[in-house]
């Protein structure tokens, strides 16, 4: 699957952004799908993710209540809406497909990923 991300850009505190991950080759559905973001002199941190299927999510903690991942099937995309973003947020985002069910919170787990779209929140 070749993933691609799109809708990166700069805003400010308290903006919202939607990302969006569009899949070709299979369908979104058949994989788990996460999103990671790195800063700048950062590792790769997990943000979230939607379970293959059941469509299950779970957040890191610091984006709880402020993002949520979806999917539409018929799009073959997945997206991630950012709501009240904060400077701690700026990072290039990357979308990344599992066919692993574990651990998803581990970058090591995905095995397909899109080439990233920067996000950049000012203060």
């Known amino acids: 699957v070749q993933l691609v991300e799109s809708g990166g850009g700069l805003v400010q505190a308290g903006d919202s952004l939607r990302l969006s991950c569009a899949a070709s080759?299979?369908?979104?559905?058949?994989?788990?799908m996460g999103w990671f973001r790195q800063a700048p002199g950062k590792e790769r941190e997990f943000v979230g993710y939607?379970?293959?299927?059941?469509?299950?999510?779970y957040y890191t903690e610091a984006v709880k209540g402020r993002f949520t991942i979806s999917r539409d099937n018929a799009k073959n995309t997945v997206y991630l809406q950012m709501n009240s973003l904060k400077p701690e947020d700026t990072a290039v985002y990357y979308c990344a497909a599992s066919e692993g069910s574990d651990y998803l919170n581990a970058p090591g787990r995905y095995d397909y990923w899109g080439q990233g779209t920067q996000v950049t929140v000012s203060s």
């Open positions: 080759g299979r369908t979104v559905s058949s994989y788990a």
């Open positions: 939607i379970r293959r299927n059941s469509g299950l999510t």
